[in-house]
């Protein structure tokens, strides 16, 4: 890393950039690291940029819209390939824009007769028409875009700013901002644009419109642990403590927006292209955060965990998505130097295309694999997601635009940045030999089976070692309440004791608790055929993937029965049998019941994403345990098909009504997953609410955020002259004392002011709490496109 260190350290020494964040790590947890160069602000150099220094994410927002958009489409919230206008009726009956009358001035608007959705399906139709591509969102291909990037755009933008008509509501600024008409129709082209915003409403939308902040802190930070990631700064303190200041480049700038010195030095600017006392939560561009909080998300995708998304969806992640009409106008796009500095800096011809979530290299580059996926963020931050070689990084500035990037952080041929992203560069492979070897091996399997491979090999491993483990503490648990001498082990016990069954749960949990948490990001860690037929009946996993992992369970259960039968004296003796006295009937009930919560605790703990979600094992090996308990001594306490399938095949010995340990068992199952599913239906999280948080009331609307009515489920924040007082440079900030917490209002005491009113009193009419903004962070009318955005 010495000369990737040097380089950078470099830059910021001669002002190349004013500092810079780096991170990276593999999808496996073994290779991680983190660091930070240079200055949080030119303006004040002598303080250090910090690892958890915060900036304005800008279009990296983009993949954490992607991902909310993809799991509402996992739960059947909404459709990839669904009329977006089912959900967005701002849509209906949008007109594509070819040109301005030359008399008139007024805009030439024609019919779109194709639909809009948030991905495409392709439907076989007549024999000179024999694909019809329906274009999304989610890929640019919707011919929505940023005015900015378009002269015709930008001009009707000037065109109707003199109607007076104004949208209200919390998602004012999205409709005023980005209701465009199309450029070209869905499909037919590419143009980088809105899209994600509107996809962002969608999902507020069809989750009982809360907001797209609270959504993703409940569904995709939450599960991750990120808590310093917001759209809104002003509202978190100690976020907006440690945001950094911009920077430029010395000299003019050219008119794709990218330097036109090349050569010039960073200097600072009081220059605020977004502002984070923003109302609105921007699915495009609308966070801030620190970047080793977002390489959590890239990790978690990289690694395909489980955390965020099903393993198909991910897998729909990075597929090609574009129609051949549409990849041909990402190309040309490309084929602009300037442009494509800003978008990848592939090497100019490259072939690419757009996955879910970001650009899409069709080609090896360098280190970095076919396949990849990439984007950034308007001040300069770069992330890429790796999966062939399981690498993931992010690079992060935060300038503005306009410079062409030098440094050699990008992922271009022959640079550092190879040490961290490229096959056989990391530290991981220079400790692995193997590593080649396995890649050549599996690298003409296609994702989606090479996934299911990783996971039976995963969960015959993880089987075998659970069980082994679990078997060897029974035949001690039977062994040691013997006087054993000689050469010959005594397991014969009249009766079990109290201690032993306690010993065998015991180690039967704790087995669990130790592979389930080693394997769980390989395979999960189910080792059970019930778990996994529950996880299949809630739809987490897919047939082949329930059928392929019940079949390395059996296989690893057989292998751990061996292995115990091999090593220990006497034989195998952790069959499960019914006690004497015990029907099948009752076995059957039993082995059902105990099965049941065992499943609905997987179900709770791991398939329900939570942000404890890292502890399921310890709760799983629990619920083992408390079976166990409950189990040993009147079945065997199974619980597992394959627990009881491998000593019955390695002793050859098959009781009557072995089938009870499959029956059971799988019963279980499908109870579990019939009560996991009525308290989803139920929606179980509004339980606990209390009766004023469950009836909030409205603060009085004359002291609203401009644009809210009616019940507000938001932060209101009361601005002063619709924004930054000129006179002050103040924020003035209305108490609300409610903080929201998962998908509920609580009350909270305020965190930036002495108030104890309620957001319903009488005094909260009354701004209490002002944050004294610096005088170089406002807005001013020259900042371009994003600066007239947030400036209004």
Request: hydrophobic content about 40%; charged content about 20%; proline content about 5%.
């Amino acid at each position: 890393m010495s000369k990737f260190e040097s380089t950078i350290e470099e830059a910021c020494r001669t002002r190349e950039i004013p500092g810079a964040i780096v991170v990276g790590g593999d999808s496996l947890g073994k290779f991680y690291y983190a660091k930070a160069f240079g200055s949080q602000s030119l303006d004040e150099p002598s303080a250090p940029m910090n690892l958890d220094s915060v900036m304005w994410f800008a279009s990296c927002t983009k993949l954490f819209t992607t991902i909310a958009a993809m799991q509402c489409v996992e739960r059947g919230l909404l459709s990839l390939d669904g009329d977006i206008c089912e959900v967005l009726p701002e849509f209906k009956g949008v007109q594509i824009l070819t040109g301005f009358d030359k008399e008139s001035g007024k805009p030439v608007l024609i019919d779109n007769h194709k639909t809009i959705t948030l991905r495409f399906v392709t439907l076989a139709v007549t024999e000179l028409m024999k694909l019809i591509m329906r274009r999304h969102l989610l890929t640019h291909s919707s011919g929505l875009s940023y005015d900015v990037f378009d002269p015709l755009l930008s001009r009707y933008q000037e065109y109707i700013k003199k109607s007076p008509a104004k949208s209200t509501g919390r998602q004012s600024l999205v409709k005023d901002l980005f209701k465009f008409p199309l450029l070209f129709a869905p499909g037919e082209s590419w143009s980088y644009g809105v899209g994600i915003d509107w996809a962002g409403q969608m999902v507020e939308r069809v989750n009982h419109n809360i907001s797209l902040e609270e959504y993703l802190r409940k569904n995709v930070w939450g599960p991750l642990g990120i808590e310093n990631i917001t759209f809104h700064p002003v509202q978190h303190p100690d976020i907006l403590s440690k945001l950094i200041a911009m920077s430029t480049r010395e000299g003019g700038v050219n008119k794709y927006g990218t330097t036109d010195n090349p050569e010039g030095k960073a200097k600072y600017t009081s220059k605020v292209i977004f502002d984070p006392g923003t109302q609105d939560c921007h699915g495009g561009a609308g966070t801030f955060g620190s970047p080793i909080e977002y390489f959590k998300c890239l990790q978690s995708i990289c690694a395909n965990d489980g955390k965020l998304l099903k393993s198909e969806t991910i897998d729909e992640m990075f597929r090609p998505q574009l129609s051949e009409a549409s990849r041909k106008g990402l190309m040309e796009t490309l084929s602009t130097p300037e442009i494509n500095d800003g978008m990848g800096a592939f090497p100019m011809g490259l072939k690419a295309d757009w996955g879910l979530g970001g650009i899409m290299n069709l080609e090896d580059i360098g280190g970095r694999s076919k396949g990849s996926i990439a984007w950034g963020g308007y001040p300069n931050l770069h992330w890429w997601i790796d999966r062939k070689s399981g690498i993931c990084a992010k690079y992060n500035v935060l300038r503005h635009r306009p410079f062409i990037l030098k440094m050699s952080v990008t992922t271009l041929n022959g640079q550092p940045t190879l040490n961290i992203s490229g096959p056989g560069q990391t530290a991981l492979s220079r400790l692995d030999p193997l590593k080649a070897l396995f890649t050549k091996l599996f690298d003409s399997i296609p994702q989606k089976a090479r996934g299911h491979v990783v996971a039976v090999i995963g969960e015959l491993i993880g089987t075998t070692a659970f069980l082994f483990i679990a078997f060897a503490a029974a035949e001690v648990a039977l062994a040691s309440a013997n006087d054993n001498k000689g050469d010959k082990v005594n397991y014969e016990t009249k009766s079990i004791s109290t201690i032993q069954i306690l010993f065998i749960a015991f180690g039967a949990g704790i087995s669990l608790v130790v592979n389930a948490w080693t394997f769980f990001r390989i395979s999960g860690g189910l080792f059970d055929p019930a778990v996994s037929i529950a996880l299949f009946f809630v739809g987490a996993i897919d047939l082949t993937r329930c059928v392929l992992l019940c079949i390395a369970q059996c296989a690893g259960g057989i292998a751990a029965s061996a292995m115990a039968y091999g090593l220990f004296h006497g034989g195998l003796h952790t069959g499960t049998t019914l006690k004497p006295g015990m029907s099948t009937a009752q076995g059957v009930i039993l082995e059902m019941i105990l099965t049941c919560q065992l499943c609905f605790t997987v179900l709770m703990l791991a398939a329900e994403k939570h942000e404890a979600t890292f502890l399921a094992p310890l709760g799983i090996g629990l619920s083992v345990f408390i079976g166990e308990l409950a189990g040993v001594f009147w079945t065997g306490g199974s619980m597992n098909p394959a627990r009881s399938l491998g000593p019955a095949i390695v002793t050859m010995s098959f009781p009557s009504y072995h089938w009870i340990y499959w029956i059971g068992p799988i019963a279980g199952a499908g109870l579990a997953s019939i009560i996991y599913k009525l308290i989803k239906a139920l929606e179980y999280e509004t339980a606990q609410l209390s009766e004023n948080e469950i009836h909030a009331q409205p603060i009085d609307d004359s002291e609203k955020a401009p644009g809210h009515t009616g019940p507000c489920e938001c932060m209101c924040f009361k601005v002063a002259a619709q924004g930054h007082s000129p006179a002050t440079s103040t924020l003035q900030v209305g108490t609300a004392d409610m903080a929201r917490k998962s998908s509920s209002l609580v009350p909270a005491k305020s965190t930036a002011g002495n108030s104890s009113n309620s957001a319903t009193s009488a005094e909260a009419k009354k701004p209490d709490v002002v944050v004294e903004e610096p005088a170089k962070a406002q807005p001013k009318a020259d900042d371009g496109f994003f600066g007239e955005m947030y400036a209004d």
